[in-house]
């Protein structure tokens, strides 16, 4: 719980490792009731990752240097007044490729980065004892952007980059009823729609490499029953 409106952390470490939290919360007289709050961490790691056995140029005599740095931010945000709750949040991190996974250049193994984003609003109704309605609307947001290094057919070097763009929205609604005390039943619909998603990669060489974005909708409605056998076991279809 927060207290007196806000609460902070702080850390720190060898490597250059340092991590930071905010938080800030209150609830008002009127019923509103927010929180929000972000965190941040960054470290260089390892200036200088050896890997015993390898002796070879390709392989840069077996060092990956200034490539272990990482990154990771988010942000979040909570409103609720009455029935409604609005939320949001932002996640962001970059990591470079310490162990040059994709065949990538031990001289030039690259960075990903990739974001993600979502807000939504939630309705909760109480229709009666025992039983309640509920609806809620969501768009989210997600992107990636990867880089590394390669040798063509000659040694020469080149980059390869590889990204995807995506974002969505959907709702669903459901009817929360506990018919009785061991037995539960949930009647609802949801849908999603895909606005956007798409890979592009291309390189120093041949330009686009590929491409593809696929169109994604669904719809569905669905009954669950749940029915409570013992404190330790429920059934649920």
Request: a negative charge.
């Amino acid at each position: 719980d927060v207290k007196n409106w806000a609460e902070v952390r702080a850390q720190g470490g060898n490597k250059e490792t340092g991590r930071g939290e905010t938080i800030l919360g209150h609830k008002f007289a009127n019923g509103l009731d927010f929180l929000m709050g972000g965190s941040r961490f960054y470290s260089t790691g390892d200036r200088d990752i050896s890997y015993p056995g390898v002796n070879d140029a390709a392989h840069n005599y077996g060092h990956i240097r200034t490539n272990d740095s990482e990154f990771y931010g988010d942000f979040f945000s909570k409103v609720t007044y009455g029935e409604f709750t609005l939320e949001a949040d932002y996640d962001k991190r970059v990591k470079e490729n310490s162990t040059a996974t994709s065949l990538a250049l031990w001289t030039d193994p690259g960075r990903m980065t990739e974001r993600r984003d979502d807000v939504s609003l939630r309705w909760d109704h109480a229709v009666c004892e025992g039983q309640s309605l509920h609806a809620n609307v969501f768009y989210s947001q997600y992107a990636y952007h990867q880089y590394w290094g390669l040798n063509d057919d000659h040694g020469h070097p080149y980059t390869y980059t590889s990204t995807d763009h995506s974002d969505w929205s959907g709702q669903n609604v459901y009817y929360d009823w506990q018919v009785t005390k061991n037995n539960r039943l949930i009647l609802g619909t949801e849908e999603m729609e895909t606005f956007r998603s798409t890979q592009h990669d291309w390189d120093d060489l041949n330009g686009k490499v590929l491409e593809i974005a696929p169109p994604i909708s669904s719809e569905a409605g669905y009954v669950q029953d749940e029915q409570t056998v013992t404190k330790w076991l429920t059934l649920v279809g």
